[in-house]
């Protein structure tokens, strides 16, 4: 069965943090830089010093039936589990997606 691939960024906010959770995250924010972050399956959070909002990117495999509703559902199920997993709530999750199969590659003709 052939299926389709997205990209999706998913962008959000903190909710409001507490000492300990802030300085857990201050304390990784240079893993969470976002010279680190790539389009993988489990997907990347990137944050700022600031704290105040975060980006999440990852890649979702989906049959060819999944509409885009879907695929970004399971974006931002992921993205969730990485900010809970970092010990942080979230809020205001807005979402974007690209459907990889229809990017079009413009050569160069030499």
């Known amino acids: 069965m052939a299926g389709k691939t997205y990209q999706v960024i ?6 409001p943090l507490d000492d300990e959770q802030r300085a857990n995250l ?3 924010a240079d893993e969470h ?4 972050a790539k ?3 489990e997907g990347t959070v990137t944050y700022e010093r600031s704290l105040l909002a975060f980006t999440f990117r990852c890649v979702v ?3 060819e039936e999944d509409k885009e509703a879907v ?5 931002e199920a992921l993205a969730a589990a990485a900010v809970q997993g ?3 709530d979230y809020r205001d999750l807005q979402s974007v997606s690209t459907d990889l ?10």
Do not use: M, Y
């Not at 998913?10 to 909710?15: D, I, L, P, T, Y």
């Not at 695929?71 to 974006?75: C, D, P, Y």
């Open 10 to 15: 998913v962008r959000g906010k903190f909710a």
């Open 26 to 28: 201050l304390a990784k």
């Open 33 to 36: 830089d976002v010279f680190q």
């Open 39 to 41: 389009f993988t399956e």
């Open 61 to 63: 495999p989906a049959t």
């Open 71 to 75: 695929v970004i559902g399971r974006a």
């Open 86 to 88: 970092l010990g942080a």
């Open 101 to 110: 199969d229809n990017i079009k590659i413009r050569r160069r003709e030499h």
